[in-house]
């Protein structure tokens, strides 16, 4: 008796790890669930995204594809900082804090469309580039490259280099996560989706 148990019970486990869950392809659900996407939350009320933790980079490219959703469409309080850069993704550099020295994209939503930015720190001066514009649910493909003296932003075909004061050879500091603001916390939920390459 005691070994029909054992064996009911071993059948009923091997079972429950052999389901496997079908996801719809065509919704948020499939990119929430994919491995290869990284889901990050902002809160409503909050700056910082979800799983930001610390960690150290040196690298000579950082590469990446984004996808945002309809959160990204939002109101500021203030007119004025709907033209406000959230951060995306990057890096801070120099082995320096990144509002010292730092690359990374930027975005926005404004004049009914999704605005992704170079945006830098050298030396404490922060400066930012227009690189384009997405669609609500497209891949972006993102990348910048540390060449000498400069940063080489592209997203998708448009390539666009911004000035690089830093010292060290490659990109040397902390990852860079999504952040929402300038001077006003997130609106609402937002929620966006980054893969490395």
């Known amino acids: ?61 950082l590469k990446f594809v984004v996808k945002f959703d309809s959160s990204a469409i939002y109101q500021t309080a203030d007119p004025e900082n709907q033209y406000d850069i959230n951060k995306l993704y990057g890096f801070a550099d120099n082995g320096a804090l990144h509002q010292q020295f730092s690359a990374r994209f930027g975005w926005r939503w404004n004049d009914g469309a999704l605005r992704l930015f170079a945006y830098t720190y050298n030396n404490s001066v922060r400066d930012s580039k227009e690189l384009g514009t997405i669609n609500i649910g497209e891949e972006a493909h993102c990348s910048i490259k540390v060449t000498g003296g400069q940063y080489v932003f592209t997203l998708n075909d448009n390539v666009e280099t911004m000035p690089r004061l830093s010292t060290t050879e490659k990109g040397k500091g902390y990852q860079l996560y999504p952040y929402f603001g300038g001077d006003e916390v997130a609106p609402h939920e937002v929620r966006i989706w980054i893969r490395e390459e």
């Not at 070994?3 to 919704?27: M, T």
């Open 1 to 61: 008796m005691k070994k029909n148990l054992v064996l009911a019970a071993l059948l009923l486990l091997f079972a429950c790890g052999c389901h496997k869950e079908n996801i719809p392809q065509n919704s948020s659900a499939s990119v929430t669930q994919t491995a290869s996407f990284k889901e990050y939350f902002i809160h409503q009320g909050e700056h910082y995204a979800t799983d930001n933790s610390i960690k150290a980079v040196e690298i000579s490219e």
